[in-house]
C-alpha cells in the first residue's frame, strides 16, 4: 500500500530535550515536505526537499533541522524543543515527475508534539 | 509570491444541502493547479479534487465540484447533499509552475471548518 508514515503519533516532551519524528514514504517520491499545523494558521512548511542529501528552508525553519540521506526517510529534528513548537506535525511527499503540476501531495498521518 | 486565502474560518450546513466553500488564490504564474484537500477531526489529510489551470471544464469527483473562476483567481468547492460525515477541516493549496515558485511545493490557505447539522 502507497503510504508516508511518521512516528510517533503522538509525543509528550519537556523543554530542550532533543527528539526526532521519523518520516519514510514507499512511494519512490523525489520531493518531500514538513509542514507544522497550527489552530487558524493553516499548513506551514517547515523544510523541504527535493532529492537525496538536497534540503531547504521553508517558512518556519527556526529549532528544526532535517536530513536527507536515502531516497525514503526524511525525519524531522528539533535539537532543543521549546512549548512554541507544540503543534501538530505532518510530513509529505509528491513525485517530481509527469504531470508535475498534478501530482498529489500525500500526507502522513501527524504527529501531535507537545512540549511542557 | 503565491497566496491562498480562504475567508471562512467556520461554515455551518444542513444535511442533504449543498455548500460552498470559498478560496481565492493570487499567482503571477500562467502554469498552477489547485488542490482541495478535507481533514477530519481525526487528523488525516484526505486529498479530494484537483483543477488545473489550463483545464476548460470545472473539475468534479463524485459530490465534489470545483467552481474555477480564471478571470477571479477563485477555486471554490462546492459539496452537493452534506452528509454528516463531511464536517471537517477544509484546505484550498495550490502548486505553481515559474519564477514565483519552488518546483513541487503546495501553498495552503488557513481552512475552512465546515460543520454539517442533522
Known amino acids: 500500500e502507497a503510504q508516508v508514515t511518521q512516528n510517533p503519533r503522538y509525543l509528550i516532551t519537556v523543554t530542550g530535550k532533543k527528539l526526532t519524528v521519523t518520516c519514510s514514504q514507499n512511494m519512490n517520491h523525489e520531493y518531500m515536505s514538513w509542514y507544522r499545523q497550527d489552530p487558524g494558521l493553516g499548513l506551514r512548511q517547515i523544510y523541504y526537499s527535493m532529492n537525496v542529501e538536497v534540503t531547504d528552508k521553508g517558512d518556519v525553519p527556526e529549532g528544526y533541522k532535517v536530513s536527507r540521506k536515502e531516497k525514503r526517510n526524511f525525519p524531522l529534528i528539533l535539537e532543543s524543543p521549546s512549548p512554541n513548537q507544540t503543534s501538530l506535525y505532518f510530513c509529505a511527499s509528491s513525485l517530481l515527475q509527469g504531470p508535475l503540476l498534478a501530482n498529489e501531495q500525500f500526507f502522513g498521518p501527524g504527529t501531535r508534539l507537545t512540549v511542557l | 509570491a503565491q497566496k491562498i486565502t480562504q475567508t471562512q474560518p467556520g461554515m455551518f450546513v444542513q444535511e442533504k444541502e449543498a ?9 503571477s504564474d500562467q502554469s498552477y493547479g489547485l488542490f482541495w484537500y478535507k481533514q477530519p477531526s ?3 489529510m484526505i486529498f479530494l479534487i484537483y483543477q488545473g489551470s489550463y483545464d476548460e471544464q470545472n473539475a468534479t469527483e463524485g459530490r465534489y465540484s470545483l467552481n474555477f473562476q480564471k478571470a477571479r483567481k477563485s477555486a471554490n468547492l462546492v459539496i452537493s447533499a ?11 493549496a495550490m502548486r505553481a509552475l515559474g519564477r514565483g515558485s519552488t518546483l513541487g511545493r503546495l501553498y495552503f490557505g488557513r481552512g475552512t471548518q465546515l460543520t454539517v447539522w442533522p
Open chain 2, 19 to 27: 455548500v460552498t466553500l470559498d478560496c481565492t488564490y493570487d499567482t
Open chain 2, 82 to 92: 452534506s452528509q454528516l460525515g463531511d464536517s471537517a477541516m477544509y484546505f484550498c
Open chain 2, 42 to 44: 481525526s487528523g488525516e
